[in-house]
Structures are given as C-alpha cells and as structure tokens.
C-alpha cells in the first residue's frame, strides 16, 4: 500500500512557475513509476508525464515538454513537478499516482494502483 500527499498548488499568473510535491509513505517506491495526472473542469483526466523510480528516466507527453519536469528525491520518498512557463490551459487539479514500473510511461489510468488526493493549479491570464 502506498499512500500520497500532494502539495504545492496555487493560483499564478500565465508564464509563471510552481513546484508540485508528492509525498509517498507506506512502502518502498523502487518496484513503481509514479506518474503525474490531471483534470480540468469538465475534462477527463489526463497524463502528464512520469518518472521511473529506479533508475529515474522521465516521460512527458507533448503538451508538456520542455516547460515540466519530473523529478524525484529518493531520502523524502517525494516526486516532484515542476511546471514552467504556464498557460491558462495548464489549470487543473493535479495528481499523482503509482504504477508497477512496467507501466513507465503508459498514459491509462487503470494502471495506477495508487493515488494522491490531487492539489489545484489555476492559471491567470
């Protein structure tokens, strides 16, 4: 069983910067890909990206790229988003969620095992 706290959402203005926090407990993360998710209102959710837990290899999707960045810090047991240049298309509510590592970089939400209770990011334009 894992377990995840989520941190660091708020409200900024379009091409500003935050820094999401997931937070696991529970067990060891070295068998999981943890992959970040997220909802707009009225939307489905969507894949963010992900990171191998192992060995760190990341993956994101094109919305993306080039402006987030995943990253881990094996002594927290944390995952970390880090969202640049910010569009108002970017507000949603965040998540992050685990996977066996063979799922590293699969988009479907059935593979996630295990979630966190989301933080919200809105974007001013």
């Not at 970040?36 to 969507?46: D, V, Y």
């Not at 944390?78 to 992050?96: G, H």
């Amino acid at each position: 069983q894992v377990q995840f706290v989520e941190s660091g959402g708020g409200l900024v203005q379009a091409g500003g910067s935050l820094r999401l926090s997931c937070a696991a407990s529970g067990r060891t993360l070295s068998d999981y890909a943890i992959g970040w998710f997220r909802q707009a209102p009225g939307k489905e959710r969507e894949f963010v990206g992900a990171i191998r837990w192992r060995d760190g290899s990341t993956y994101s999707t094109d919305s993306v790229k080039g402006r987030f960045t995943i990253s881990r810090d094996n002594a927290k047991n944390t995952v970390y988003l880090q969202m640049n240049s910010l569009k108002p298309e970017d507000t949603a509510v965040y998540y992050c969620a685990a996977a066996i590592e063979i799922w590293f970089g699969v988009p479907e939400r059935s593979r996630y095992d295990y979630w966190g209770q989301g933080t919200q990011v809105t974007v001013s334009s």
